[in-house]
């Protein structure tokens, strides 16, 4: 079965403090994987993406995604936290259906 | 370039009613996808559809349906409105890569 994990419902971190968003994923090969931002009221925002090669990826905001194979994760980290950064984080898997499967997704709260 | 473009943005429906939803893909993309997003159930996909045909579709009762025209504009129906489809639909168009979604149309169903 194909299925994303993301363990932490709410993380709330320090404005220019560092952050880690958890994404575990169950897939059977290499899958295509996402992260998308959600600010209120609106769609999602693609940060980032990994389909092969590399298994750092840069992303936009200064967001970046590590690969772990041997893990089955995908985790978001960013060095520093803007308070603009405060939304909801959605990891996102691409298998065999080509279609995406969502994790349930990680609310941050960031403070001054 | 314009982004994908969902009308109208609030819904208010009556349960029994239908209502139809539009988007516009990126000029250029030829796949529109549709998800359902809600609190209890997070965001699920309902359909895709490529060059006017469905090529996938999700887990969701006949009620809901979608199409797409030759300009690759999307409408999703929803017949015989329940409650629990009170939700954000979010459209997405891609072009052999990522999803773009729009900023979604919210439904409330009463």
């Known amino acids: 079965a194909q299925s994303v994990t993301q363990p932490d419902i709410h993380i709330t971190v320090s404005e220019g403090a560092s952050l880690e968003l958890r994404c575990n994923y169950s897939?059977?090969?290499?899958?295509?994987l996402f992260w998308y931002v959600q600010s209120p009221g609106q769609g999602l925002q693609l940060l980032l993406k990994?389909?092969?090669?590399?298994?750092l990826v840069q992303g936009i905001k200064g967001f970046e995604a590590e690969f772990k194979r041997s893990q089955s994760s995908f985790n978001l980290r960013k060095p520093s936290v803007h308070w603009s950064d405060a939304a909801e984080y959605f990891c996102?898997?691409?298998?065999?259906?080509?279609?995406?499967?969502f994790g349930t997704g990680t609310r941050l709260q960031v403070f001054p | 370039k314009a982004g994908v473009t969902q009308t109208p943005r609030y819904l208010i429906k009556t349960r029994g009613q239908q209502v139809t939803l539009s988007c516009s893909p990126i000029?250029?993309?030829?796949?529109v996808s549709w998800y359902q997003q809600t609190p209890g159930q997070g965001l699920q996909f309902l359909f895709e559809?490529?060059?006017?045909?469905?090529?996938n579709k999700g887990n969701f009762p006949g009620r809901f349906s979608g199409r797409q025209f030759s300009n690759s504009r999307s409408e999703m129906n929803v017949s015989t409105l329940e409650l629990g489809d009170s939700a954000l639909y979010l459209c997405?168009?891609?072009?052999?890569?990522?999803?773009?979604f729009g900023n979604g149309t919210r439904l409330t169903v009463t």
């Open positions: 997405a168009s891609s072009l052999e890569g990522p999803l773009h």
């Open positions: 897939y059977g090969a290499t899958p295509y």
């Open positions: 990994y389909f092969s090669g590399d298994t």
């Open positions: 996102a898997l691409e298998g065999n259906t080509d279609k995406l499967i």
């Open positions: 000029s250029g993309h030829r796949s």
């Open positions: 559809y490529f060059s006017e045909t469905q090529r």
